[in-house]
């Protein structure tokens, strides 16, 4: 198996996360040709990553990616048993990819005008609202043997997104007022697993910086 | 269990197809005070449906609701076992809910100028194309028992307001150079689960057309 993805890319960092969690050994590689090269386009049809390669076939986004890790790979279980418990931890993803990441990463994409960044914050700012509700009602924090949810797969590059990077966007601190959010933060900022693909994160994140001068 | 949620809406609608396809009795019923009360907001802060209520519990999100039945109501499964077939279902799902869904209700909501409108269907042209390649690679179509899959349940609604609802709206035909989606809505034309939910689409659609004069 191989992950195509890019390690800024907070799609690409929550199964990163997965894997590591799994304890599985699968290495992050470029997508051949650039994601919107012909050879990648044939593979995932939106030129997007990550995209996971198994045997001849490929899995596409993120969220699907990490269930099947969940299915393939059931040792250590990223997902409790019971339902309700599931739907939780899924409750936090789907959050992350419908309301929360879409508004973030245009915003630091600074496409458009002012109006336009503006309505933007407005959209993350009620995606964070809800997003603060359903972590605040579960699912539990990472347990104490370190072994994350993958609501914390997804919710971890998230917060890295928004508390390391944003702030060169915005003055605002946008964990202010949302203690669950927060609570998340505190727990993932030294957490053995979270570590290394925050720091593959930012060096990626610099490294894009000087590229672009 | 009740499910919060509206007749026309495809989220509902494939919740509902879900249930149906469990053989389980879950009334579908109009959210306490509308989608935007404080009494709605205060179980789902994004005042949306389909919200399910279990007990004392509420599960949001439609992708979510479909996962929640399959784990607690396991027989007739609407997810295969082995791991990337499971994975074809939900990437269906998740490309409708990303790609397809969003530029089709908003190109019926018909807010925005031509420019805008445009631009919607070019979104959901894009989408379209990622989403016949993906149904053309997998899953198979509706089993010969007449269980439907969980990309089924996602994908029957969505054809739907493609086929019967979007022709309003613009001349081109959504399925045409499509084969791959166009054999599903032929599979699904007189599936025994999918009609009553497409005749209640319908009811749904007419009653709200006259309210609006």
Redesign the interface.
């Known amino acids: 198996m191989k992950l195509y993805g890019a390690a800024l890319s907070p799609y690409s960092a929550r199964v990163m996360l997965a894997i590591r969690a799994k304890g599985l050994d699968i290495p992050l590689t470029d997508p051949p040709g650039g994601q919107k090269s012909a050879a990648f386009l044939a593979i995932n ?2 030129g997007k990553t990550p995209v996971l390669e ?1 045997g001849g ?1 490929h ?3 993120s ?3 990490c ?2 890790l969940e ?2 790979f059931p040792t250590p279980p990223l997902l409790p048993g019971e ?2 418990a ?2 939780a931890q ?2 936090v993803t ?2 992350l ?3 929360v990441l879409p508004p973030l990463l245009s915003l630091m994409a600074q496409t458009g005008d002012a109006a336009a960044a503006a309505a933007r914050l407005s959209d993350l700012t009620r995606g964070l ?2 997003l603060e ?2 972590v605040g009602r579960g699912p539990p924090p990472p347990a104490a043997d370190g072994v994350l949810g993958l609501a914390d797969c997804a919710l971890a590059p998230t917060l890295i997104f928004l508390e390391r990077f944003l702030p060169r966007y915005t003055p605002q601190d946008m964990l202010e007022g949302r203690p669950a959010l927060a609570a998340r933060w505190a727990a993932y900022a030294d957490h053995p697993l979270v570590t290394p693909v925050a720091l593959a994160m930012e060096t990626a994140l610099e490294a894009f910086r000087q590229r672009r001068g």
Do not use: W
């Open positions: 049809p939106l198994v076939a899995i596409i986004e969220a699907v990616i269930e099947f299915d393939a339902p309700l599931r739907a899924r409750t789907r959050l990819d419908l309301y609202d809800a509700t359903v």
